[in-house]
């Protein structure tokens, strides 16, 4: 994808270094995404809280934009001043839908223990779907064996009975 060469050809630029030999998939990319831009700096913790309530805002409410609430204003310049959202017509947006996809993959990951009851609802926006497959990969990456997807995927089903899209997306 075009965007994660981007992304490392921009760190290389600023003379980082990018440690891809343990990359096994897009899940590996995210997780760096999210500790090198946004779990970053000296306000690391609210910058992460900002981008987490962003994307959970932008997916609930099934909108590209959204406006800026109290909790995360405070923020979102610093994010805005690395290029990771872009404040457009008083509404704020991912400066690429990777950013979001990424970012809601870190709400799923947060959210391990009672996944089911944290997605069932949400999946009526299609915002969700892409962060749930990166989930399930995650789940197939990071482990030796199928358990802990096979016990997602379970779980999800548990939540709402047989056959539903949640676990068609796992």
Do not use: M
Not at 4 to 32: H, Y
Not at 38 to 56: D, M, N, Q, Y
Not at 114 to 141: D, Q, T, V
């Amino acid at each position: 994808r075009p965007k994660i060469l981007d992304l490392v050809a921009s760190r290389l630029k600023e003379g980082k270094t990018v440690d891809t030999d343990k990359w096994i998939g897009e899940t590996s990319v995210a997780n760096w995404f999210w500790q090198e831009y946004i779990e970053t700096g000296p306000h690391a913790v609210s910058r992460a809280k900002a981008a987490l309530t962003f994307a959970e805002h932008q997916a609930d409410e099934i909108a590209i934009g959204v406006r800026v609430t109290k909790d995360i204003s405070s923020e979102i310049d610093n994010l805005r001043a690395d290029n990771i959202v872009i404040y457009d017509d008083d509404k704020i947006r991912f400066q690429h839908d990777l950013y979001g996809d990424w970012t809601r993959f870190q709400i799923l990951l947060r959210h391990e223990y009672g996944l089911a009851a944290f997605i069932s609802p949400k999946l009526i926006s299609p915002f969700w779907n892409r962060a749930l497959r990166l989930y399930a990969l995650y789940l197939l990456e990071g482990s030796i064996g199928t358990e802990k997807w096979e016990s997602a995927l379970e779980q999800l089903g548990d939540e709402t009975g047989s056959g539903n899209l949640s676990q068609d997306l796992v």
